[in-house]
């Protein structure tokens, strides 16, 4: 079945720093990957989406100069998060688009959780 | 309105029992239907997808979509406490290329 993984799977960092996450998928490629956040107990929230080979587009109050994303490849897709601040703490998760199969089907990544001390 | 809606429960359903998971959405041109299952702590997993009216089956699971009532789904035969989990139904609104909307989710607790 369709693979994604993500890298690290869990990273702690101090207020100010910057933290790279990557999103890869295995075994399909995906010209379309999505970034999400999701706080405890609530619902998946989209970030922004993903375009191999062009610039990402941002959902509505997502600031675009501290999650940069990149997608350099049909198998990658990295968020960085710039200078963190503990707000920033939350489940971050990626989901890639196999585009291969024609079912578009979207399959997501476990996920990596930050913590900013 | 929101644009894909859930019941967000908590649903209790005993063991053995059929758990049923629904989920209304808003845009009529709405094309391709999914269920995803999320445990806490972790990520959605896919476990059904759905195009075209009717019944659709897996295993102990069955999504139903009825497009002129804008509804669809899931059905879990046999549930068992491991179904324990969030539900998640996620559309395909038109004009959104392909990008998937997300209900709320519905909390299913099966009881031993």
């Known amino acids: 079945g369709a693979v994604v993984s993500q890298h690290p799977s869990w990273v702690i960092c101090k207020s100010g720093t910057s933290v790279k996450i990557e999103c890869r998928s295995l075994d399909f490629q995906a010209t379309t990957m999505f970034w999400y956040r999701q706080f405890p107990k609530q619902s998946l929230m989209l970030m922004a989406t993903?375009?191999?080979?062009?610039?990402?587009?941002?959902e509505q109050g997502v600031e675009k100069d501290k999650f940069l994303i990149n997608h350099a490849s049909l198998t990658l897709s990295t968020l960085t998060v710039t200078s963190a601040h503990p707000e920033d703490s939350s489940f971050y998760i990626c989901?890639?688009?196999?585009?291969?199969?024609?079912?578009?089907?979207?399959?997501f990544g476990p996920g990596t959780r930050l913590t900013v001390t | 309105q929101k644009e894909v809606e859930q019941n967000s429960g908590p649903l209790s359903v005993p063991e053995g029992a059929i758990a049923s998971l629904n989920c209304t959405y808003s845009d009529r041109g709405s094309q391709s239907f999914f269920w995803y299952r999320q445990y806490s702590g972790k990520s959605p997993e896919l476990i059904m997808s759905i195009y075209s009216n009717g019944d659709k089956e897996d295993g102990r699971f069955t999504a139903q979509l009825n497009k002129a009532s804008q509804y669809v789904s899931l059905l879990i035969r046999d549930s068992q406490p491991s179904d324990s989990a969030t539900y998640l139904c996620a559309v395909t609104l038109s004009g959104s290329a392909r990008q998937l909307t997300f209900g709320s989710g519905t909390q299913l607790t099966v009881l031993p």
């Open positions: 989901s890639a688009r196999d585009d291969g199969t024609g079912a578009y089907e979207q399959y």
């Open positions: 993903s375009n191999e080979g062009s610039k990402a587009t941002y």
